[in-house]
């Protein structure tokens, strides 16, 4: 797709998001739509990293916990303006995945992967336990909602917007990058390092910057959640949520950055779906326990019978 039409595309579908809260009235609707948005913004990170650098983080719920606790103790604990520590939660989630990535990156492959399992669960454990900074397993309230000049972001209608924008403009800018210079660089990376080294090409800086580019997205999203539920704890952060968006990026199509909103909706109805189902399996805690089973048996199904994924099936019919 070239830049004008996906340009036309993102400002089409602009226009029904607009337009949607006006006809839907249901907050529980509107509420998935929004975790469905900031479940894609995540993804679409993650997306870059894999789909377009051939490398597998499993600790992306650490740069999500770090945009949420860096707005939040921001703004509750120090009272700073909510667009203010957005930017920097954002600046924090690029930074971090810079430092991470300086080591990391000289591993490759099931390596990779583990390393980057291993910070994620460094940043788990440190949310539970520095309660006098992140409020601990009890968690952080008073987080103000963002606000635009008087208007205050505090309904689903207008946080649904905003989550839909940010995202359909990270979809817009992403799809300019992997069609530039440097997304060409980021695919001889992926179909074979020493053959990109050998053209001349820094792989282990590209993967590296890409790396940070991906932190920066996930903090966005994290930030973003903060200030829509206005309270943390983190048990949302933990390996689980890691796994929920590598599958959501393998469901959606590795390869699409269109596929991590796809595989974002997917998730998300499924998750929805399992706890609706709950009560009627008798599961008395809840379903948490039964998701990651239940990702993993989906994402073999997805392997195995559509491995490019939702937006790929979309291709094969054309």
Same mark, same amino acid.
């Given at each position: 797709?070239?830049?004008?039409?996906?340009?036309?595309? *993102?400002? +089409?579908?602009?226009? #029904?998001?607009?337009?949607?809260?006006?006809? !839907?009235?249901?907050?529980? =609707?509107?509420?998935?739509?929004? $975790? *469905? +948005?900031?479940?894609? *913004?995540? +993804?679409?990170?993650?997306?870059?990293?894999?789909? %377009?650098?051939?490398?597998?983080?499993? #600790?992306?719920?650490?740069?999500?916990?770090?945009?949420?606790?860096?707005? #939040? !103790?921001?703004?509750?604990?120090?009272?700073?303006?909510?667009?203010?520590?957005?930017?920097?939660? !954002? +600046?924090?989630?690029?930074?971090?995945? $810079?430092?991470?990535?300086? /080591?990391? %990156?000289?591993?490759?492959?099931?390596?990779l992967a583990m390393a980057t399992l291993g910070f994620g669960i460094?940043?788990?454990?440190?949310? !539970?336990?520095?309660?006098?900074?992140?409020?601990? /397993?009890?968690?952080?309230?008073?987080?103000?909602?963002?606000?635009?000049?008087?208007?205050?972001?505090?309904?689903?209608?207008?946080?649904?917007?905003?989550?839909?924008?940010?995202?359909?403009?990270?979809?817009?800018?992403?799809?300019?990058?992997?069609?530039?210079?440097?997304?060409?660089?980021?695919?001889? =990376?992926?179909?074979?390092?020493?053959?990109?080294?050998?053209?001349?090409?820094?792989?282990?800086?590209?993967?590296?910057?890409?790396?940070?580019?991906?932190?920066?997205?996930?903090?966005?999203?994290?930030?973003?959640?903060?200030?829509?539920?206005?309270?943390?704890?983190?048990?949302?952060?933990? %390996?689980?949520?890691?796994?929920?968006?590598?599958?959501?990026? =393998?469901?959606?199509?590795?390869?699409?950055?269109?596929?991590? =909103?796809?595989?974002?909706?997917?998730?998300?109805?499924?998750?929805?779906?399992?706890?609706?189902?709950?009560?009627?399996?008798?599961?008395?805690? #809840?379903?948490?326990?039964?998701?990651?089973?239940? $990702?993993?048996?989906?994402?073999?199904? %997805?392997?195995?019978?559509? /491995?490019?994924?939702?937006?790929?099936?979309?291709?094969?019919?054309?």
């Open positions: 797709m070239g830049a004008r039409a996906r340009w036309a595309v *993102i400002l +089409a579908v602009g226009a #029904g998001v607009a337009l949607l809260p006006s006809l !839907v009235t249901s907050r529980y =609707v509107l509420s998935a739509l929004i $975790f *469905i +948005a900031l479940n894609a *913004i995540a +993804a679409l990170g993650l997306s870059l990293v894999m789909g %377009f650098a051939g490398q597998v983080s499993l #600790g992306q719920a650490a740069f999500y916990a770090i945009g949420a606790y860096v707005s #939040g !103790v921001l703004t509750a604990s120090h009272g700073w303006n909510g667009w203010a520590a957005l930017v920097v939660a !954002v +600046a924090a989630g690029a930074l971090t995945a $810079f430092l991470v990535g300086l /080591p990391i %990156f000289r591993l490759s492959g099931l390596l460094i940043v788990y454990y440190v949310l !539970v336990n520095w309660s006098a900074v992140t409020g601990g /397993p009890s968690g952080l309230t008073g987080i103000p909602p963002l606000a635009i000049g008087r208007l205050v972001l505090d309904t689903d209608a207008r946080v649904f917007r905003l989550t839909w924008g940010i995202l359909l403009l990270l979809l817009g800018l992403t799809g300019n990058l992997v069609e530039s210079r440097v997304g060409r660089a980021l695919r001889a =990376v992926r179909g074979s390092e020493p053959a990109a080294e050998a053209a001349g090409i820094d792989t282990t800086g590209l993967k590296l910057r890409v790396f940070a580019l991906a932190g920066a997205v996930t903090a966005l999203a994290g930030s973003l959640y903060a200030h829509y539920l206005t309270f943390i704890n983190p048990s949302p952060f933990g %390996f689980a949520y890691s796994i929920e968006l590598v599958v959501m990026v =393998v469901v959606g199509g590795v390869s699409s950055l269109w596929g991590a =909103v796809l595989g974002a909706a997917a998730v998300v109805v499924l998750v929805e779906a399992l706890r609706a189902a709950a009560p009627l399996m008798a599961v008395s805690h #809840g379903a948490a326990e039964y998701e990651i089973v239940l $990702f993993g048996l989906f994402l073999m199904a %997805f392997m195995v019978l559509a /491995p490019g994924g939702l937006a790929g099936l979309g291709r094969r019919r054309t």
